[in-house]
């Protein structure tokens, strides 16, 4: 099956600092990867969906300033939470798609991140 | 546009039990609709999903979901629930397959002995 790894797994910061939070197709060309926030025992919110090579597309409310989103190859994209500060402390979930026929009806999901902002 | 509510936030059964989470979708298009379980820090994993083909779905671990459109629900059952059944489960719909996924606000099942 399609696999999504999502990497690191947990990572803590001092405010001000950025991190990048990387998403990798292992076994497929992703066209699309999408990035989700949650929040302590809520829902996923979608912060934005990005195509390779091109700008990524945020959702209303999410800063693009703030949130970078690099989609620079089929099999890479990547988060970088610039200037971090512990409201921004949260698990951070990828998901990619593909294009392919028997790929294209179903998301797969990185195990997630969670941020800690200190 | 799309939504997903999640009647129940939180529902406890004994192991053995059948298991029923309920999910009402609202939809200007056809939907595709999806079940996903999510395990405490853990990605998610895909448990069913309707794309217009038979309304009744048949997932992994025993799971299933029947498709109602007259009623515009997705409700999630199982016939016995197992302990490592306990997670968070999240209702989602989208226009298209898997594009712009919108999810519901999660129903934490718990499971005793």
């Known amino acids: 099956g399609a696999v999504v790894s999502q990497h690191p797994s947990w990572v803590i910061c001092k405010s001000g600092t950025s991190v990048k939070i990387e998403c990798r197709s292992l076994?497929?060309?992703?066209?699309?990867m999408f990035w989700y926030r949650q929040f302590p025992k809520q829902s996923l919110m979608l912060m934005a969906t990005s195509n390779e090579g091109s700008k990524a597309t945020y959702e209303q409310g999410v800063e693009k300033d703030k949130f970078l989103i690099n989609h620079a190859s089929l099999t890479l994209s990547t988060l970088t939470v610039t200037s971090a500060h512990p409201e921004d402390s949260s698990f951070y979930i990828c998901s990619a798609s593909s294009s392919a026929v028997v790929l294209n009806t179903e998301a797969f999901f990185g195990q997630g991140t969670r941020l800690t902002v200190v | 546009a799309q939504s997903v509510t999640q009647l129940d936030s939180h529902v406890s059964v004994s192991e053995g039990t059948p298991v029923l989470l309920r999910c009402n979708y609202s939809s200007s298009y056809s939907p595709s609709l999806f079940w996903y379980v999510q395990h405490p820090n853990k990605g998610l994993q895909l448990l069913l999903k309707y794309t217009s083909a038979a309304t009744l779905v048949k997932g992994i671990n025993g799971f299933e979901a029947e498709f109602k459109k007259s009623e515009t629900s997705f409700h999630l059952t199982k016939p016995s629930a197992h302990m490592s059944d306990a997670a968070e489960y999240f209702c989602?719909?989208?226009?298209?397959?898997?594009?712009?996924?919108?999810f519901g606000t999660g129903t934490r099942l718990l499971v005793s002995p």
């Open positions: 076994d497929f060309q992703a066209t699309t």
């Open positions: 989602v719909v989208s226009r298209t397959g898997f594009q712009k996924l919108v």
